[in-house]
């Protein structure tokens, strides 16, 4: 079977991968270019926990071919954090104890950054209908929404 060449690139670093037709950027991800933070949850786009961003969309990876981010914009949970500093989400998730067994936990993270960049002070109704995607079996939400509420407020010098 023929692969196919792909350009792109990945929370900033220019990236070449070969892949498969069928093969999702979920697979390529975490097969191809070792990068695990991205979770397979349910392989179907309901659970959320492969969301990454696509040219700033956010979106689930099990559902788009590698092919198709051919000479996109790619960011993933490895890109969230500047070195050993930690996105303030990451930070405040960790803090606030809003994670459990971490499978739903960097989907959740990359869409919380997604929603705060496009809207740096959402209500706690904007938050809980942007997250609706990504589910998580373990927490309750309560602290996931806290954490995101308490880091937009941070990042906006409240």
Not at 12 to 40: F, I, S
Request: proline residues 3%.
């Amino acid at each position: 079977m023929a692969k196919h060449h792909v350009t792109t690139t990945i929370n900033g670093d220019e990236t070449e991968y070969l892949c498969e037709t069928e093969q999702t950027l979920l697979d390529v991800l975490r097969d191809e270019l070792q990068m695990t933070g991205t979770k397979e949850g349910c392989g179907t786009g309901d659970c959320g926990a492969c969301s990454v961003t696509i040219d700033g969309r956010l979106v689930c990876a099990c559902l788009v071919l590698g092919v198709e981010a051919d000479g996109s914009e790619i960011e993933t949970i490895e890109g969230m954090a500047d070195g050993e500093t930690l996105h303030p989400l990451q930070q405040n998730f960790i803090d606030m104890a809003a994670l459990q067994c971490g499978v739903c936990t960097p989907g959740v993270l990359v869409a919380a950054k997604a929603l705060l960049q496009k809207n740096p002070d959402p209500t706690e109704t904007e938050v809980r209908y942007w997250l609706a995607g990504n589910l998580c079996r373990c927490t309750g939400y309560d602290k996931i929404i806290r954490a995101v509420m308490d880091t937009a407020a941070e990042m906006r010098g409240s």
